[in-house]
């Protein structure tokens, strides 16, 4: 089985040796652009196999949907989604250096800062309490911690006891065996 493991990475590193321009190319793409720009070069360059799979180029710049198109990117160029016996075990071996950048850029996507609103405070100070409010607050939390106090109950302290008013269904039994009897 071992021997399987190495023939497989020997395979691949003849593959990876074979590639070696492309992925060149796409590293330098990626590193040299933004995810735009990057999803761009590679589905201009290099195209999904599949011809369903397109870029959604109107969703390209917003950031709200970057990493939704990466992750389709991702999914794109899965190396496990591609058809080795159809298109090669060499595009598998791209496409699964495609994906590792993808996960990258995918990982390290951030989503822009929140917009500063210049009249919210400071989350570490509170404003400051009128009398009556502070008040109000100090009668809420002693009402607070009455009911804490009085919700706990031990429930091995208390029995359970079925009440009386419940028939029982041994009681409906004992009515009909003693009118079969007569």
Known sequence: MRTDEEARQQERAQYIKELEAELKDIRAADVGSGA???????????PPKNPAHKLNEKDLGEWTKSKKILLTAILHYHPDKQDKEKHG????????????LLNGRYESCKFPPEETDTK???????????????????NTEA???EYESSEH????????????????????Y?????EETE
């Open 89 to 100: 075990k060499k595009w598998a071996v791209f496409c699964e250096e495609v994906t590792k």
């Open 120 to 138: 919210k405070e400071p989350e570490d100070t509170e404003p400051e309490k009128s009398e009556t409010e502070e008040s109000e607050t100090e």
């Open 153 to 172: 109950t031990d429930t091995e302290d208390t029995e359970y006891e079925p009440s009386k008013e419940t028939s029982t269904d041994d009681d409906e």
């Open 143 to 145: 009402e607070d911690t």
């Open 174 to 178: 004992e009515e009909t065996d003693t």
């Open 36 to 46: 735009d720009g990057f999803l761009r070069h590679l589905y201009k360059t290099y």
